[in-house]
Structures are given as C-alpha cells and as structure tokens.
C-alpha cells in the first residue's frame, strides 16, 4: 500500500522545512526507516526517515523548496500501484510516471494543499491508500546519521554532505575516515583545504533593478524565520522593562584564573559567562517569580532552574539549554555550554537540547559591548544582557582605585515581574559574583 511521505514536525516550533537534499531518487528501494531526506527545520539540519517501503515513485517537493508541517511531499508505493489519486491530491499532475521529475508548480500546490491536509488530519486524506501520520517527528537519531551505504550512494554524515556542496566537493572523491569509511566533517574540512583557490565561487550582489542603491535579497532561513516571529510576538505583546546594575567582578576572575590554572591540565576553561550562568541559577532559587513564565491564565513558577545560553551562529542565534544549572559546577557548566555551543554552531543540536528553558542569558561581552538590553524568549519571564567586564577607575573609601567592573541589564515581562522584584534579583547575583566563594561554599 501507498505511504505518503509528509513533510514532519522535526523539531518542537517547527512550522515548515525547506528541502535541502533528497538522498534518495525516484524508483530507489525504500525500507522503512531509510533516511530519505536532509531538512532544514528552524533550529538544526535534520533527517527525514521513511515510514513505509516499497519504491520511491513520486518526489513532490524539489530540493531547495519549502513546504509546511503536513504537506506531502513524496510518495512511496509499489511498482505497479495506481498512485494518481495521491498526487493529484497533493496537487500533482496525476500522471505519476514513476521516473518523471515532480513539476515546477507542483511542490507549491503541495504546500499549500499540505497545509491544508495537515490541519484536517491524515484520516481527511482518504485515497484508498495508506498514509503515515505527519505529526510524530523521527527521533533524530545517530543510527539514521549512520545511514549504510544504499543504491550505491556514498556514506556521509548530513553535515559532511552540506559542507561538500557548499565548497563545490564531489563526495565521490573523497575518502571517509569515519566509521565504516562514513565521510564526516574533517574529511571534507581536509579536502578544502586542498581544493584549489578557484574552486571557490565569487559572491556576486544582485544589480539593483532601478538606479538606487545596490542591493542582495538573502533568502530567509527557517531559523531566521522563526527568530523574527517570536521575537515579535515577544517585544510587541510582551510588556518589557529594563534594570541595569554595575557588578564588581575583581573576585569572579579572580576565582575564574583558579579554576582554569587548577584544572589545565584536564583541559577545562572557565569563562566570565560560566561564572555568571551559575551566579543566575543560585539567584533565580531565591527568586522564584523571575525563574517563572506567563501562560495567559497563570503565573508558572519553575522549581528547577534551565537556564538558555544564546549562541551566535551563521544564520541567526540558538540557545542551547543548561539543564538544572543550580545543581551544577563552575567547571561541569563550563564544559556543557562549550560542548553545546559548538554543536549549535553545526546545526547539530537535538530539539530536547535547546528547548524548555526557564530563563536565558544572552552576553555580547566578548564584542566589547558594554551595555545593551535582550528581548524576552517568551514564555519566559525574564532575560539577562550582560555587557564587557572591564576595568574602571571607581571610588572605594573616598580613594580612587581600579576594579574590573561589568553591567548586567535584566529585561522583565511586567506581567510576571515587578520592579522591585527584579531589582532584588540583580541584587542577589551581584552578591554572588562579588563573592564568587558563596557559589562555590
């Protein structure tokens, strides 16, 4: 029986993907749990597995196409079955020979067509034939990553597959080192390396239509996509005020070069945002309505503390999320957030890995940025901006001296947190960073 492949909800706010390879081509064996597809979702790069087996008949959405969370996309049927009904519905020609290429309009139709299926349900799809259900997003699993070698095609890991088309690379030519000879990203990395200057295409701006100014449409990633809608829906509805405080961190780097000298040679480094992610998790335990979010008919006070780390990458930001960071080390939080961060930057974190934060920090220190205020992740009730740690002339005791000062600024949903209550919060994490011994005590 026929199995229609959906366009799947991989990630939890994933609202559409965008096709970036299929890995399989029309009239390919398909077993169940294949990987048939790389997916751009809003967060990662993932992988789409069949659901059913026989032949891939009809590939609906072309690579470099985007369609919703629910749209058909491709069907999957035996040799002889009549799978016309399936494509006309997805908005196919209906002629559905098995080794036609999908038409130019057709992938559009299926978006919107797919939309629509998906919000009726799989049940409001009756073809005769047998379709698997859209919503239930594949685990993203090492197995699929680990996709064998199947019709021939060579073993890479989706990151490698992106790098090497990126760089102009036939994977073809390159010899994995990866399990089983699986190519993976340093062997492409490898290759580059020894590609010639040429290989490397021009970046050429679009001319301007008209005799204004020069300009490039960058098309939107889904990332970009998904930080623009939130973070409207976040800075509009969402009733913001600010609190800025200037914290002394002389003993928090202090502290920071102890730790690093002492555990050196276990190859751990602490940085002025470990220090501070720790400092934020003790204060949020104390601060319950600032470790809390809005859910329109209650205020939810988290006992736990899962704190968001904001993390630039070539497209947008990800936060990655330290679970349970009061209950964590300086030096396990330090390694966590390093592990994690680099993931983020490959587009390789699970959903579980950046969702379900209670509260984020965002640190644009490193830019030398010394003062700047965060826009809410809703539901959260509240973000941290921390600028640059930075030595300053201030006066101590009627002398002036120099200390390493740093400004934090906490950005409130107003229907969670008051004023005072925020003024509190800051209170208690400059206590802790001042005192850096209290967090480790």
Aim: aromatic fraction near 4%.
């Amino acid at each position: 029986m026929a199995t229609k492949v959906y366009m799947e909800a991989l990630s939890p706010t994933m609202e559409e993907g965008r096709l970036i390879t299929w890995l399989k081509k029309e009239g390919d064996e398909i077993a169940e749990g294949d990987v048939l597809a790389e997916v751009e979702t809003d967060k990662a790069t993932m992988e789409l597995v069949a659901r059913g087996s026989g032949l891939l008949r009809k590939v609906i959405l072309p690579e470099g196409e985007t369609a919703s969370v629910g749209a058909v996309i491709a069907v999957i049927a035996g040799a002889d079955e009549d799978i016309s009904s399936i494509i006309a519905e997805a908005g196919g020609d209906g002629a559905a020979p098995p080794t036609a290429a999908a038409p130019a309009g057709a992938a559009k139709e299926a978006e919107e067509k797919g939309a629509a299926a998906a919000a009726a349900g799989p049940a409001a799809e009756g073809t005769g034939a047998v379709a698997t259900a859209p919503a239930p997003a594949p685990a993203p699993s090492a197995a699929a990553a680990d996709g064998a070698e199947a019709g021939g095609r060579v073993k890479a890991s989706p990151l490698a597959r992106r790098l090497a088309k990126q760089g102009g690379l036939s994977l073809d030519q390159i010899s994995g080192t990866g399990p089983g000879g699986r190519i993976i990203k340093r062997d492409i990395e490898a290759a580059l390396e020894g590609a010639p200057a040429a290989a490397a295409a021009p970046a050429v701006a679009a001319p301007a239509p008209t005799a204004e100014a020069a300009y490039a449409d960058v098309p939107l990633s889904q990332m970009r996509k998904t930080i623009a809608r939130r973070l409207t829906q976040s800075i509009g509805p969402v009733p913001h005020f600010f609190l800025t405080i200037e914290i002394d961190m002389t003993q928090a780097m202090e502290l920071r070069k102890k730790i690093n000298e002492r555990f050196a040679d276990q190859g751990v480094k602490v940085s002025p945002n470990d220090l501070i992610i720790k400092a934020a998790a003790m204060a949020l335990l104390r601060h319950p309505w600032v470790n809390a979010a809005w859910t329109g008919e209650a205020i939810r006070q988290y006992s736990d503390v899962h704190i968001g780390v904001a993390v630039a990458v070539d497209e947008g930001l990800i936060t990655p999320v330290i679970r349970n960071a009061h209950r964590k080390g300086i030096t396990e939080i330090a390694t966590e957030v390093k592990e994690l961060a680099g993931r983020a930057r490959e587009k390789k974190l699970l959903p579980e890995e950046y969702t379900g934060s209670t509260f984020s920090i965002s640190n644009l220190g490193m830019f030398g940025i010394e003062e700047f205020t965060a826009v809410i992740n809703p539901p959260e009730a509240a973000i941290l901006a921390v600028g640059a740690a930075q030595d300053k002339v201030v006066v101590e005791n009627g002398e002036m001296v120099i200390r390493n000062r740093m400004r934090v600024t906490l950005s409130c949903d107003h229907r969670v947190v008051d004023g005072a209550t925020g003024a509190q919060f800051l209170q208690t994490l400059k206590s802790y960073l001042e005192e850096p011994m209290m967090m480790i005590a």
